[in-house]
């Protein structure tokens, strides 16, 4: 095995000397060629997939995060001007949760340290200290909330007068550095003036100005845009509670129509009015009477009969007695019945709570044309399924008309076009490669045709009936050594005819001489 590989080396090497200057830069070109595209193959193809692990980093958590990941070996890139750590994407998962595990980045990195002072230090030194270290804190703090990269915060607070009450309330000053393509929202920054506020004694959010590096003035718009009414008294609370009653039943009728229509072939929007007032309803409810008992009382009056005295002075006279009839007895009844009837009562107490609904609309818009019909049918379906209710004023509008789909036509467009033109640049790559690879087939292929292409040389014919005999590589490199080498007597012979053609003088004495050393 050894030495086949030895006689390999040998002919190879022959093969080379025996190339022309020219015939040995073009193949020293192509195989450097070849290397460097199997170089780009190979690292193209052995490269690792780089992922963000984390994003936005100070200086100083940067560094932790590298050094930590030096010592566990795993390889990693800085970009974004270091505030970037990628890593290969087989090793994000488990390298975040081992840097997890050991508190990196920790929320501790760029804290101030703990205050030192030194004897002989004023009370106005001590104060301007612990100001900057609250300042530090706060800028810190503030740089936690998700979208700022980096803050600074400014307090400004009066000293003391005379009898060490101020003239002047403190106020504070914050600069946000954001990310880029990052806005906070109003409740972000009231949240950032809440917190340097009630750090500084006497500080009032109002007090607390908040500016973007864009010089923009984000303190005013979050006062001007808090929420809640002041006419009608509607707190956030109230405003949030109403917002999620919209979405949970807009979310429903969308639900349904997606089913009904298709998905995005309608758009569903619900205002719910709540009542946020507490109140109790008593109420009594009186059915049929029944009779219960009946009593009946029966009054029965009689009198005897008495002599009949006339009327006037007459018969008033006792002095002149005068009989002029008499009347017979008397007798009287009453009745009298006492009923007592019972009355079917309902007595009803309610509480109704706070957040009942007081009215809802709901508008429904179809992104095709509906007729009377397919309007009223699918004006009772969003009803049942919104829950409308005509009694309380509640009320659907339904309109067919199609969507204006115009930027979302132009969106989709560019889109196609961005990966039409990277599906190009793929294409144009792997074209590149593969027309790369199919050169370097091509040479090779014609260098070992060359290399076993037989050379023209004195070869005698074979014999008619004698059969071919196979030369082996050996002996094929050879013949083709000597059909490319002349031989001496060759070489001397055509020196001789040149010779004759130019000097003949000097011919005839150089045979003469050779014709004397034979003899």
Known sequence: MNQRIKEYGQQILNWWKRQSLTQRLRLGVISALALSVVLVLINWVTSPNWQPLYTNLSPRAAGQITTQLTQMKVPYQLTNQGRTVLVPKAHVNQVRVDLADLNIPS?????????????????????????????????????????VHNSRVLINQPPPALFGESAANPTASVFLDLNLGVSLSASQVRGIMNLVAH???????????????????????????????????????????????????????????????????????????????????????????????????????????????????????????????ALGPSKSQSNSTTSHWLVDKTSTNQVVPAGSINRMTVA??????????????????????????????????????????????????????????????????????????????????????????????????????????????????????????????????????????KDPEGAARLIRAWIQEDE
């Open 107 to 147: 929320s501790t990195v760029g804290m101030p340290q703990p205050l030192h002072f030194s004897l002989g230090e004023t009370n106005q030194e001590i104060t301007l200290t612990q100001l900057a270290d609250l300042e530090a804190t706060l800028a810190q703090t503030i740089n936690s909330i998700n979208g």
């Open 199 to 325: 750090s500084v004694a006497g500080l009032t959010p109002k007090e607390v100005t908040v500016v973007d590096q864009a010089g923009t003035l984000l303190s005013q718009n979050a006062l001007n845009s808090q929420p809640g009414s002041s006419i009608t008294g509607t707190s956030q609370a109230e405003l949030a509670a109403e917002d999620q009653i919209d979405n949970q039943i807009a979310q429903k009728v969308t639900s349904m129509l997606d089913q009904v229509l298709g998905p995005g072939a309608a758009v569903v929007r619900v205002n719910a009015s709540l009542n946020f007032n507490q109140s109790s309803i008593h109420s009594i409810l009186y059915g049929k009477s029944v009779l219960s008992s009946q009593k009946v009382t029966t009054k029965t009056t009689s009198s005897k009969g008495a002599a009949a005295v006339p009327a006037g002075a007459q018969g008033n006279t006792p002095a002149y007695p005068v009989t002029t009839g």
């Open 364 to 501: 429904v818009a179809v992104d095709k044309p509906l007729s009377k019909a397919q309007s009223a049918s699918l004006k009772s379906l969003v009803s049942s399924a919104a829950g409308v209710n005509a009694k309380r004023g509640d009320v659907v509008t339904i309109m067919g008309q199609p969507f204006n789909r115009t930027q979302v036509n132009q969106a989709l467009k560019q889109m196609a076009q961005a990966q039409k033109i990277q599906q190009i640049h793929r294409y144009i790559l792997d074209g590149v490669l593969g027309l790369l690879g199919v050169i370097l087939a091509i040479l090779l292929w014609r260098g070992i045709s060359k290399l076993r292409r037989p050379m023209p040389g004195n070869f005698e014919p074979a014999m008619a009936g004698a059969p071919a005999q196979s030369l082996s590589v050996t002996d094929l490199l050879n013949e083709i050594r000597q059909a490319k080498e002349p031989s001496q007597a060759e070489m001397a012979k055509g020196h001789l005819q040149e010779m004759l053609q």
